[in-house]
């Protein structure tokens, strides 16, 4: 037994040098915190800290007398939270969730006070977007005052404004909207994942120079443009689009059904320039010059091509992850360090933060890390499973040849990675998106077969079209060929059953499925890890103890199960309050209502007179989702005005109801 409590020193104290050693997570976990605080509670994180410090001051002073060893003693295992929470850890913590809790309270009162509703703004900005034509205006990205804004302009003027463009302009403060109903698409946070404080419609405008802008910024932008002006050139409009997210990340000009089709196919991740691109970036250049220069002279190549693929691109958090990740693995090889995958996450994240807290609420960002955090977490654990399903069939193994189990090695790989990935971006996925695909085993392995090639000829066809346009063309036909076999993937979505509705998770049940796959991969690791440390035993014995425990009390422990299945039966069917709910939906009228017995009632379904805007997709169907239902049991019409009836032809199209 001494043995064993020494043993378990020895493992904290190895995992406190661990957590030292990785300061920068140990402070990115802290920045994170700060965000959370200030978006969500508006308030002083300082405040919060004081008691906590008292009360380990106050903690450090007592005495306590050691004890007899005992196996299961929640003393004994609550020690392990020193592992976390000693004192450097802890200073690390305040320290860097006060400065990000502080900037985000800054942040959001200069969003609220810097400009108000209709305020007459005049003054000289710079372009530093593209046109985005909308229905009745041009809408374009401006610094001005050291900020950013949008400039909308009526499509009936003359004016034309290009990227680097000065300007003087004079017009009037639009403030962004925030959402009206629960669950609703808040447009004034989104702009702020932009860094823009909103619209200003223009009065006046004139020209006062032209190409204003950063040189780096310039010729990044100029290169773009080429890009999409080679890639539009050699291909239809449909395909030269989805070509130029992939490439770029642009996603601008794809169809707003094709998107759709992607996200429900779950495989939009291909639109967004990730890991995979730099990777195949960084193999192209191996290929170029390996035999040309040196090993140190190729990695300071690599490094310079990746920081301009980021200006390319526009900074997507999925590159800006992706690329610094690289950067730094190949910089710890310049100066011949190891690199720790863990550290270069946290460095990646900061970047991003400092630039912009508000950034911790984007779809893309949280799903570009959660999924690297995924694979990184639960490939291994996931693998083995798949390794340990055997085929069974003798004729079957007789049949299989080397080739065919190497296929199905990469087979498993692919797997393994996407369902690692799937499963830590699964509850965020839903909390945004109220959606599941059924089919994402099968879409994602398809995808991750041609993916690949269309990236690696993609990149050589736009350099070879600025050289030799015939030879592009020849390699844009192939590319055409891929990207229709993509679209085709991608109507995947359209089969019986290809996406489930969900109502939105509550942040606490998201919290529980993250403990649970932790747990369950802890449990794993116990049972099929070769080498098992002084806790892992202990808490296999644990386990055994609590099955042994379990096998002697059956009558009681199942009474227990069917007392705990009652008491959840009658919670669920017990009669509760009449819910009435007003939604917002502009122009006409809707009123969901659920009754005592948790039927759902529809009366009217809202409306909207703009062809452009889906008045039930946007803010009906998200907000019953919102409050928990996926199905109405009964739909009420008061009259037949299009402002009062046009959601229900939508509703209808997806749901069955009395």
Known sequence: ???????????????????????????????????????????????????????????????????????????????????????????????????????????????????????????????????????????????????????????????ELNYGDKIKFSGSFIEPKENKNTGG????????????????????????????????????????????????????????????????????????????????????????????????????????????????????IIIIVLIFYMFITGFSASIVRAAIMAILIIGSKIMYRKNDVWNSIAISLFCILIYNPFLITSMGLQFSYLGTIGIIVFYKNIYVVLENIKITSKKLKYEINKKDTKAIEKIKNILAVTISAQLSIMPIMIYHTNLFSIYFFITNLLVSIIIGPIIILGIIAVIMSFIINPCAKVIFTIIKLLVDILILISKISQLPFAKLYIPTPKIWQICLFYCIIIISKLVHNLYYQKK????????????????????????????????????????????????????????????????????????????????????????????????????????????????????IVIYYARNKSK
């Open 1 to 159: 037994m001494l043995e064993q409590e020494e043993l378990c020193k020895n493992a904290i104290k190895k995992g406190r040098l661990k957590a030292v050693k990785r300061p920068v997570l140990i402070a990115i976990i802290g920045y994170i915190i700060g965000i959370i605080m200030g978006l969500y509670f508006n308030f002083s994180i300082a405040l919060f800290y004081i008691p906590i410090i008292v009360i380990y001051f106050f903690k450090k002073t007592l005495k306590i007398s050691k004890k007899e060893f005992k196996l299961i003693s929640l003393k004994r295992y609550f020690r392990y939270v020193k592992l976390i929470f000693n004192f450097k850890i802890i200073i690390i913590l305040i320290i860097f969730s006060i400065i990000s809790n502080f900037i985000v309270i800054f942040q959001n009162k200069k969003y609220k006070s810097l400009y108000t509703n209709n305020q007459l703004i005049s003054g000289e900005a710079v372009v530093i977007g593209e046109k985005q034509e909308k229905e009745y205006n041009n809408i374009y990205k401006i610094k001005y005052n050291k900020t950013y804004v949008y400039l909308k302009i009526d499509k009936k003027s003359t004016i």
């Open 185 to 300: 698409f808040n447009y004034k946070n989104y702009l702020k994942t932009l860094k823009i404080y909103g619209t200003i419609k223009v009065n006046k405008i004139e020209i006062l120079g032209k190409e204003k802008q950063n040189f780096i910024f310039k010729y990044a932008h100029l290169i773009s443009k080429k890009i999409k002006e080679k890639v539009n050139l050699n291909l239809d409009k449909e395909k030269a689009d989805i070509l130029i997210g992939i490439l770029i990340g642009d996603t601008e000009e794809i169809e707003e059904e094709l998107k759709e089709n992607f996200r429900i196919s779950n495989i939009s991740h291909v639109l967004a320039v990730s890991g995979m691109h730099v990777t195949y970036i960084i193999i192209g250049i191996n290929l170029l010059f390996k035999t040309k220069l040196g090993k140190r002279k190729l990695n300071f």
């Open 532 to 647: 098992l440390n002084a806790t892992q035993i202990r808490m296999r014995n644990l386990i055994a103890l609590f099955k042994y425990k379990m096998y002697l009390n059956k009558k009681r422990s199942l009474m227990a199960l069917v007392l705990l299945g009652v008491i959840i039966l009658l919670v669920e069917f017990y009669p509760k309050n009449l819910k009435v709910n007003f939604i917002d939906v502009g122009q006409g009228d809707a009123t969901f209502i659920v009754t005592p017995y948790n039927n759902t009632i529809l009366i009217d379904g809202g409306g909207s007179e703009s062809k452009n805007y889906n008045i039930g997709k946007n803010t009906v169907l998200p907000y019953i989702l919102d409050k928990g239902y996926t199905k109405i049991d009964y739909i009420i019409i008061s009259h037949f005005d299009q402002d009062h009836v046009r959601w």
